[in-house]
């Protein structure tokens, strides 16, 4: 059974960098209609889908996102990663590692369980 | 922006058929999925491509769609179906939105 399990410091300074990463394990990678992703969930709030990555390399990144985040992915370690850049107190959220299955559009069966990441200064 | 509209919260007794309504422009070019979350838990798909449900999901479960309105039903509500659910789609460049998300209350 797919599991996904996030990693990643707790708390981030404004401005900075934060940085997550995703351990998959119980499915390979490499599946031709499998993307990775990332989707967050500031607190009390709705989900905000930030970005997928295909094992090829291919990316796509919600518009809102995509001047500041950077999704790879390393197949070798199962393993997958978001970056955002400048990051504010908005970007406080539970960030959850999902994988996305792309055919007649794009859903998303298999979730972490979320980390909680403060900016704060 | 696309966006996705919900109502705030749903509220129905044990038993009886919960619908939870989501509406957009896009809806009748892109299909809907459903998740629910409860309390403190990740999402979990319940509908997918509309009206499919994954393997696990109990058949109370139900999707369907009507021009820009879909629609989530669950017959027979318990207990356990409190919870936030969220409808999802995308818009006409493929980017994923999410509605607003609907509390579900089981008075």
């Known amino acids: 059974q797919l599991q996904l399990q996030e990693s990643g410091p707790g708390l981030v300074k404004t401005s900075e960098t934060l940085s997550l990463t995703c351990s998959v394990s119980?499915?390979?990678?490499?599946?031709?209609?499998?993307?990775w992703g990332w989707i967050r969930q500031s607190p009390g709030k709705g989900l905000e889908w930030i970005g997928n990555i295909h094992y090829t390399g291919a990316t796509y990144y919600n518009p809102y996102f995509s001047s500041r985040v950077t999704v790879s992915i390393d197949t070798s370690r199962d393993q997958y990663f978001l970056r955002l850049s400048s990051v504010t107190a908005a970007d406080t959220a539970v960030y959850f590692c999902?994988?996305?299955?792309?055919?007649?559009?794009?859903?998303?069966?298999?979730w972490g369980q979320g980390a909680l990441v403060a900016v704060s200064s | 922006s696309y966006e996705l509209t919900q109502p705030p919260s749903v509220s129905v007794s044990p038993g009886q058929t919960a619908r939870i309504t989501c509406s957009g422009d896009?809806?009748?070019?892109?299909?809907v999925y459903w998740y629910h979350q409860k309390s403190g838990q990740a999402p979990v798909l319940v509908i997918y491509?509309?009206?499919e449900r994954p393997s696990g999901i109990p058949e109370r479960f139900s999707g369907s769609s009507s021009g820009t309105t879909a629609t989530l039903t669950i017959s027979g509500v318990q207990a356990e179906d409190e919870a936030d659910y969220y409808c999802q789609s995308a818009d006409s460049d493929g980017i994923v939105v999410f509605g607003g998300g609907t509390k579900l209350t089981v008075l």
């Open positions: 491509k509309g009206s």
């Open positions: 119980g499915d390979s990678m490499n599946g031709r209609s499998h993307y």
């Open positions: 896009e809806l009748p070019k892109q299909y």
């Open positions: 999902v994988r996305a299955i792309y055919s007649t559009g794009s859903y998303f069966d298999s």
